[in-house]
């Protein structure tokens, strides 16, 4: 098992910034690519971004991309996504997510998931 928390969300301007956290323990975290979704009232989680087990390969939703960058710190079993130029279309509730090994954009590939952290961003 693998156990993950979110933490950072909250409410901010548009074209503010937030870094959201995610702490993993259990199982090694190094194992694992990492991702982030989202999900806005009333649609489907989607895919934001993942970041490969040693870090060396990262991958990005087009919406997000060039405002939004995701990084971890084996070390300290976390990774992270810090979102600048947000947008009003932005706000959901941020889900980190991990698969064994492997890279992947689909929610029903990763294995393990938080319980999500809510981002809000006013116009």
């Known amino acids: 098992q693998v156990q993950l928390i979110e933490s950072g969300g909250g409410l901010v301007q548009a074209g503010g910034s937030l870094r959201l956290s995610c702490a993993a323990s259990?199982?090694?975290?190094?194992?694992?690519?990492m991702g982030w979704f989202r999900q806005a009232p009333g649609k489907e989680r989607e895919f934001v971004a993942v970041?490969?087990?040693?870090?060396?390969?990262?991958s990005y939703a087009d919406s997000v991309k060039g405002r939004f960058t995701i990084s971890r710190d084996n070390a300290k079993n976390t990774v992270y996504l810090q979102m600048n130029s947000l947008r009003p279309e932005d706000t959901a509730v941020y889900y980190c997510?991990?698969?064994?090994?492997?890279?992947?954009?689909?929610?029903?590939?990763?294995?393990?998931w938080g319980q999500g952290t809510q981002v809000t961003v006013s116009s």
């Open positions: 997510a991990a698969r064994f090994l492997k890279l992947g954009s689909g929610p029903h590939e990763y294995d393990y």
């Open positions: 259990g199982r090694p975290f190094s194992n694992y690519a």
């Open positions: 970041i490969s087990w040693s870090g060396s390969t990262t």
